[in-house]
């Protein structure tokens, strides 16, 4: 059996010119061919070049695509070898040994995820038709929505309106929770409707590509866990999301009186008011570091294809949306209405969007080391979903229109290809196996209440001498 180094496979990630390999329980597969006749589309491509992408495959699938992915795989995609041992993609996916080099649907040993996806899947099914139920709600409103943010985008940019301002900050908004879901394959069960409506992150300035990468690669696969999830580390050096950022109390003891060191000390001892105040620049924040990471083919810990298409496709929307927001009303009414006009939908729109994303995972009962360090490579993927991640108004659907489907974030990093508008309905299932196999199922009653316990724990985090240099060697011996 031929065994193919980590490193092959980093340099086959579907930049230009370059194949695609995919890591599935520990087997290595090129699937640049497949790519084409994938029923997903192109989102397949992101998968390429990581270390195991198990964690999407079983994710992204229902049972029954588990068998016709796997045709498609057997069919056009190339079986190349075993990723050499070096490499520890554990998280207990079970590795099909027989000669065929078939995908297992193994799971670890307590089976949560294998018995809890055959129960929503034969739920869903049997009443609502399958994962992508309600799809025409999803469409109608992305369409609805698009339509508003030319008719405030005119308003705002040639008319002169501080009203279209602000309505054009929710509608922004709405469309970040909209282009969440199309980038996720769960808008609709038509790849052409998942990325149209996924392309909503460009109109609004930012980029799909790059943040497709921050978000599905680097969280989702490894929420809360530091160096790998990029959201732990969005306000380091100058803040601490995360317990095993270093604590500069600690770190600089002989150095105490320099003054960055001091500035940042008091920049974390005030981080939970300073941030949700620093949350205006996020839509700003967005719209630069895009090209930061294109051009680095880099985006914090995660490696991006390069693919000079897109580079190319990216900058031109940024100018488009920068001739529309920026040099247009300049030219029409000046300097001061430009400006204005610029914040006020900007930070209305991080607001809203940013309020809604941050309540899920920074919370203190969500952190990774703080379940055990030593066993976290064993965590199957799916248990440390149910672990780091926490819900509010679980079953509401007035929350989950207005979170954009955020408030059953347990469901939606379960099943993120699935229909917003059915994890309410499915929020009991999930809540009953978690139970069952003795796991956390963290619900807020409100978002008032998730709200209050982030704010709370970034006050301790940013006080708090957390022992952060024992977490990290102990990560450090398990690593090794």
């Known amino acids: 059996m031929a065994y193919i180094s980590l490193k092959q496979v980093e340099e086959h990630n579907g930049s230009d010119k370059k194949s695609s390999w995919i890591v599935l329980y520990g087997h290595v597969y090129d699937i640049t061919p497949l790519i084409r006749f994938h029923p997903g589309g192109y989102i397949i491509q992101y998968a390429a070049g990581l270390a195991d992408a198990t964690c999407l495959f079983e994710s992204y699938h229902g049972m029954d695509s588990v068998k016709k992915c796997q045709a498609l ?3 056009h995609g190339k079986y190349l070898g075993k990723l050499s041992s070096e490499v520890d993609t554990k998280r207990n996916n079970t590795i099909d040994s027989d000669d065929n080099y078939y995908i297992d649907s193994g ?6 995820f294998c018995i809890l996806r055959n129960r929503v899947d034969t739920y869903v099914k049997k009443n609502y038709g399958g994962r992508h139920a309600f799809q025409l709600i999803n469409q109608i409103e992305a369409i609805l929505t698009l339509t508003a943010y030319c008719i405030a985008t005119y308003y705002k940019s040639f008319k002169c309106s501080y009203i279209a301002a602000i309505c054009l900050g929710v509608i922004m908004a709405r469309m970040g929770f909209l282009m969440h879901s199309g980038n996720h394959c769960s808008i609709s069960s038509n790849l052409y409707w998942n990325r149209f409506v996924g392309l909503f992150m460009d109109i609004i300035g930012s980029s799909h590509y790059t943040w497709t990468y921050e978000h599905q690669i680097a969280h989702h696969m490894t929420p809360n866990e530091y160096h790998k999830d990029n959201d732990c580390e969005i306000g380091e050096p100058l803040f601490r999301f995360h317990p095993l950022i270093s604590n500069i ?12 060191s001091q500035f940042r000390i008091f920049l974390r001892r005030y981080q939970h008011i300073l941030v949700p105040i620093l949350m205006s620049i996020g839509f700003f924040k967005w719209t630069i570091n895009d090209i930061e990471f294109l051009f680095k083919s880099k985006g914090g810990n995660v490696r991006l294809a390069t693919k000079t298409v897109l580079i190319t496709l990216t900058l031109m929307s940024k100018v488009f949306w920068l001739i529309l927001h ?3 009303p300049y030219m029409y009414f000046g300097g001061i209405y430009t400006l204005v006009s610029l914040i006020i939908f900007m930070v209305i729109g991080a607001h809203y969007l940013e309020h809604v994303f941050i309540v899920n995972h920074i919370q203190e009962k969500l952190q990774v080391p703080m379940i055990n360090v030593d066993n976290q490579s064993s965590l199957h993927w799916a248990t440390q979903q149910v672990y780091t991640t926490a819900n509010w108004s679980s079953g509401s659907y007035f929350a989950t229109f207005i979170s954009g489907g955020l408030n059953h974030q347990i469901e939606h990093h379960l099943f993120p290809s699935m229909n917003i508008y059915l994890y309410p309905k499915i929020a009991h299932i999930v809540q009953e196996e978690c139970s069952k196999f003795g ?5 807020y009653t409100s978002f008032t209440t998730a709200w209050i316990d982030m704010f709370y724990y970034l006050k301790k985090l940013g006080n708090l001498n957390i022992n952060s240099d024992y977490l990290q060697l102990k990560l450090q011996n398990k690593q090794d």
């Open 249 to 260: 109390e600690q770190t600089n003891t002989n150095n105490i009186k320099e003054k960055s």
């Open 326 to 328: 920026i040099i247009v």
């Open 73 to 75: 795989l057997m069919k």
């Open 439 to 443: 796991l956390p199922y963290h619900n």
């Open 107 to 112: 799971l670890d040993s307590s089976n949560f």
